[in-house]
């Protein structure tokens, strides 16, 4: 009994919280014991290895509530290496790659259990030593080979590091792009990166051409130059473009132009296109002077001609010679003698205004010849003529001679170059005429012998009013007689409108008649006006007269 007392107060002593019953021998009476029982934790966190390292350190964390009296826990590790001594605490580890168990103890009791692992970090390896960083095939190629290289031609690179790679272009080639692994184009150099996993840097050279082209111009006259027009274009330039003379004369830089002007003198000039000290194209231009005109060794000159003369007998030309340049008119007066007339001017082209001749466009040599011939005579009259009420013209008669004429004579009018009117060398003909007059001449063999101008007028009581002879507003005689009257007599009214189509009358009636010389009796009461209009399509007149009426008054002594 004394030995189940003594469990009994251990069992109190080391775990509280507990419950127990003891009574004592005689049964006579008990005690009862309460203990708390104990709680705990225990963590351990995972950890990450650096690059280059073999172990990361793990952060362990633990409590123990209501141990037992006089105890204090314990973390040990499997190789049972006490890690830290203490009921609630913190602490760290290092731990290698892999896992790692950890424990918690208290009066040798293992209360708790907890495990952490090592993990390399990512894009690193572990090589059974270390975290041993990724690392990467970056391959190259180039593309086409006869454009250039790269250096080195592949490289091993880490995960996230750079590598540089030289890039040498061939002459005549340029390098176009750099692709297949990120990074930047310096100049030549290519760094790759930062590197995230095997790739290839491809290179790609271009072959640089270019064109040139050059127009052919022309000097105008009195000019000693004209302009061409260089156009050229440069594909993959490695430098820029220049445009030059033989003499080495840089016209213009620029890897491409859609037209620069350059001045070039008479014949050929041949201009070059060079890139990086490499002639890609070349082009020649050709000045030449314009149409009818000569290159004199500095200037082009306008082409120029002589016009000659020749004069028949019966006048002469002045002058009697001209060089005259081309596309210019030369004057020249065609003179006739005494008895004769111009004939015909030939040989060059021109025009005859009277006695000049206007020769041009000149455009070569040539000799104006001029003709001339006797003077034929010739009589031509015209009679005069009425145009009737309403018209607008009339017919004049025309009659002519000519002796001995040269050619066939003609009438003409308004002038030599106007309308025929009639041909032969006599005759008699009727044409019609406008209001006023018109111009008559006769003409034989070019040469005009005679002129006349009848004049067409209009029929009398009619004038013209710039369409028509239109019939004149109408004139009217108008009389009363007596013009004095006793009351009761009577008077007589006569009127006369040759020109009215009617007349009418106030305080009489005229019955539309536009004549009455044998009077109208009228008989007034007292003292009276009479007014009579007549009219026609031109107008109207109105005449007034009136009948003084006396009353007569007999007075009786």
Not at 49 to 67: D, F
Not at 221 to 243: K, R, Y
Not at 273 to 300: D, E, K
């Amino acid at each position: 009994m004394k030995i189940l007392k003594t469990l009994l107060l251990v069992l109190c002593i080391l775990f509280a919280g507990v419950s127990f019953i003891y009574a004592d021998e005689s049964g006579s009476g008990s005690v009862t014991v309460t203990v708390t029982p104990p709680t705990w934790t225990l963590s351990a966190s995972n950890c990450t290895i650096a690059a280059g390292a073999s172990s990361c350190t793990t952060s362990l964390s633990w409590t123990t509530t209501n141990p037992g009296v006089g105890s204090t826990s314990q973390v040990t590790t499997p190789t049972s290496i006490v890690v830290a001594t203490a009921n609630s605490s913190t602490a760290t580890y290092t731990v290698a790659y892999g896992s790692r168990d950890f424990y918690l103890y208290n009066s040798s009791i293992e209360l708790a259990k907890a495990t952490a692992t090592a993990a390399c970090v990512a894009h690193t390896t572990w090589n059974g030593s270390i975290c041993l960083t990724d690392s990467y095939l970056v391959s190259t190629s180039v593309s086409p080979t006869a454009g250039g290289s790269i250096s080195p031609t592949s490289a091993t690179v880490n995960y996230g590091a750079t590598k540089a790679f030289a890039i040498t272009v061939n002459s005549g080639y340029k390098l176009l792009s750099v692709s297949g692994c990120p990074g930047t184009l310096s100049g030549t150099t290519y760094t790759a990166g930062p590197i995230t996993g095997a790739c290839t840097v491809a290179v790609t050279f271009g072959t640089m051409s270019g064109t040139l082209t050059a127009s052919n111009c022309t000097i105008a006259a009195s000019a000693s130059s004209c302009n061409t027009t260089l156009v050229w274009s440069t594909t993959n330039p490695v430098g820029t473009s220049a445009v030059t003379t033989p003499t080495s004369i840089t016209v213009a830089t620029a890897n491409s132009s859609a037209g620069t002007a350059y001045a070039i003198s008479s014949g050929s000039r041949a201009f070059y296109l060079y890139n990086n000290s490499i002639q890609l194209s070349t082009a020649t231009a050709t000045a030449t002077c314009a149409a009818h005109t000569t290159w004199n060794g500095s200037i082009c000159v306008v082409d120029s001609y002589l016009i000659s003369t020749s004069a028949g007998t019966g006048g002469s030309i002045s002058p009697t010679s001209a060089t005259v340049n081309y596309g210019v008119t030369k004057a020249f007066t065609i003179t006739a003698s005494s008895g004769y007339a111009i004939n015909s001017v030939s040989g060059c082209p021109g025009t005859l205004s009277g006695s000049t001749y206007t020769a041009g466009p000149i455009t070569g040599a040539c000799t104006l010849a001029a003709t001339f011939k006797s003077i034929t005579s010739g009589t031509l009259s015209a009679t005069g003529c009425t145009i009737a009420e309403g018209g607008s013209s009339c017919n004049t008669t025309l009659t002519w001679n000519v002796d001995d004429p040269a050619g066939t004579p003609q009438i003409k009018t308004p002038n030599s170059s106007g309308t025929v009117v009639a041909s032969g060398a006599s005759g008699t003909t009727t044409y019609a005429v406008p209001w006023n007059t018109r111009i008559f001449v006769l003409i034989d063999n070019g040469v005009q012998l005679s002129s006349v101008s009848p004049v067409a007028a209009c029929a009398p009581s009619t004038t013209w009013n710039g369409s028509i002879c239109a019939i004149n507003a109408p004139t009217t005689t108008f009389e009363v007689t007596p013009s004095t009257v006793f009351k009761g007599k009577s008077a007589k009214l006569t009127w006369n409108s040759p020109l009215a189509t009617s007349c009418t009358g106030t305080n009489f009636d005229t019955g539309g008649a536009i004549s009455n010389t044998t009077g109208l009796i009228v008989s007034p009461l007292e003292t009276t006006t009479y007014t009579l209009t007549c009219v026609n399509d031109t107008g109207s007149t109105s005449n007034k007269v009136t009948t003084e009426v006396i009353t007569l008054i007999i007075k009786e002594n």
